[in-house]
């Protein structure tokens, strides 16, 4: 006979939730934590190997996506991946992930509950929009289904959950009712809906993983890979290359009238890009730069390791000193994308619909083609390092 689950709250205890600049790798930063890797954030985003570049316009279809960002003229992101099961910091750290997802958020809810009775935090993927304390800070209720934060806790008679998020120091309380909505959304593009899923690490039983300073290599080596070899011409270097040229047809291709995807308004097609644009590389979880900042720091903290200076897998010293010339490079890089950001930032805070005749276009393109061309350099600086 099945006995009924009487638990009204648990809080699991020594979960450590801290402030961070990118959704995805700070909750991974909470998670490993928890379960006795204490790395920074920056740590765990260069092990994640998700840096790279992705660039695409209205005239292309990207598989799955049924041309549903059409109203979006074009969308730039500094990494090419997210959290999922092949998570490659869970793997160097000796961790499986796993996903589950449900087409009920009360069964989603049920199942959340059973694992957090089992000291089991996990990762949601969540609607931004659902979240009370993100819509009082923004004063306006903004969908983003790809929002990624910790569950840590309940309390059923108070009817709230605790969670991490990256934005905010400590948990915070949620009701069960908005997460559950957060948890659920269909608003939006269909391939950011978050669709009840929810992310489990699992210690390998052996406890087994690469030593850190090989686990380092195999992680640049994959960033490498995403930037200059990539499955298609959106991708990497060749997409930022694209992506370079189309500015100079801006002029024309920013004319008109179009909704904007996040506030639902009428507004002039050049100033919702140029929005759209400082989102992507400064503020919208990236840390600044396009992730190149997180990138930056994570080689950073890298040079002092213990692991690569000393030990039976300590770097060569040309690999040092790439790892030194690399860091001077994608610092350039950075400022140079938060240079770009600004301009169009500038331009729409002082002129509004008419920003698109306030910038050089020449100045942009010439910009981001210098970015092009230093990325392309640091990138194949970095495939020197090799296990």
């Known amino acids: 006979m099945e006995v009924e689950n009487l638990t009204q709250k648990h809080?699991?205890?020594?979960?450590?939730?801290?402030?961070?600049?990118?959704?995805?790798?700070?909750?991974?930063?909470?998670m490993f934590e928890y379960y006795g890797f204490s790395m920074s954030e920056s740590m765990i985003f260069g092990l994640d190997a998700t840096l790279?570049?992705?660039?695409?316009?209205?005239s292309l279809t990207l598989p799955n996506?049924?041309?549903e960002m059409i109203n979006t003229p074009?969308?730039?992101?500094?990494?090419?991946?997210?959290?999922?099961?092949?998570?490659?910091?869970?793997r160097l750290l000796g961790f499986t992930m796993n996903k589950q997802s449900f087409t009920s958020s009360d069964k989603a809810w049920e199942e959340s509950k059973k694992l957090l009775d089992q000291n089991i935090p996990m990762i949601l993927q969540v609607d931004l929009g659902y979240l009370p304390y993100i819509n009082e800070e923004e004063n306006e209720e903004i969908h983003f289904g790809?929002?990624?934060?910790?569950?840590v806790g309940y309390d059923e008679e108070k009817g709230v959950a605790f969670i991490g998020d990256t934005d905010f120091s400590g948990l915070n309380e949620v009701l069960i009712d908005d997460l559950?909505?957060?948890r659920g959304s269909t608003e939006g593009p269909s391939y950011l809906h978050p669709k009840n899923s929810q992310y489990l690490m699992i210690q390998r039983p052996d406890g087994k993983h690469p030593p850190l300073a090989a686990g380092i290599k195999v992680a640049i080596e994959q960033v490498v890979n995403n930037m200059l070899r990539p499955s298609m011409n959106y991708l990497g270097i060749q997409g930022l290359k694209r992506f370079s040229k189309s500015i100079l047809n801006w002029k024309?291709?920013?004319?008109?009238?179009?909704?904007?995807?996040?506030?639902?308004?009428?507004?002039a097609l050049s100033e919702v890009t140029f929005q759209l644009i400082y989102g992507y590389i400064e503020t919208w979880g990236t840390g600044g730069g396009a992730f190149r900042n997180l990138y930056r720091d994570f080689l950073k903290e890298v040079l002092v390791l213990?692991?690569?200076?000393?030990?039976?897998?300590?770097?060569?010293?040309?690999?040092?000193?790439?790892?030194?010339?690399?860091?001077?490079?994608?610092?350039?890089?950075?400022?140079?994308?938060?240079?770009?950001?600004?301009?169009?930032?500038?331009a729409v805070d002082e002129y509004n619909e008419e920003c698109i005749n306030h910038v050089s276009i020449d100045d942009l393109h010439n910009l981001a083609h210098n970015i092009y061309i230093n990325e392309e350099d640091l990138f194949k600086k970095l495939s020197k390092i090799k296990n």
């Open 146 to 151: 790809g929002h990624a934060i910790t569950l």
């Open 52 to 58: 790279g570049f992705i660039y695409f316009d209205k």
């Open 252 to 267: 024309e291709d920013l004319k008109g009238i179009v909704k904007s995807p996040y506030s639902g308004k009428n507004m």
């Open 180 to 182: 559950k909505r957060a």
């Open 306 to 346: 213990n692991e690569i200076k000393h030990g039976p897998h300590a770097w060569i010293d040309r690999d040092i000193q790439t790892l030194e010339d690399s860091i001077v490079l994608i610092t350039e890089i950075a400022n140079n994308w938060t240079t770009f950001a600004k301009t169009l930032k500038y």
């Open 65 to 67: 996506t049924e041309n």
């Open 74 to 90: 074009i969308f730039i992101g500094g990494k090419q991946g997210t959290i999922n099961p092949n998570s490659l910091a869970c």
């Open 11 to 30: 809080i699991i205890n020594n979960f450590i939730h801290k402030e961070g600049v990118h959704c995805e790798s700070s909750a991974l930063r909470d």
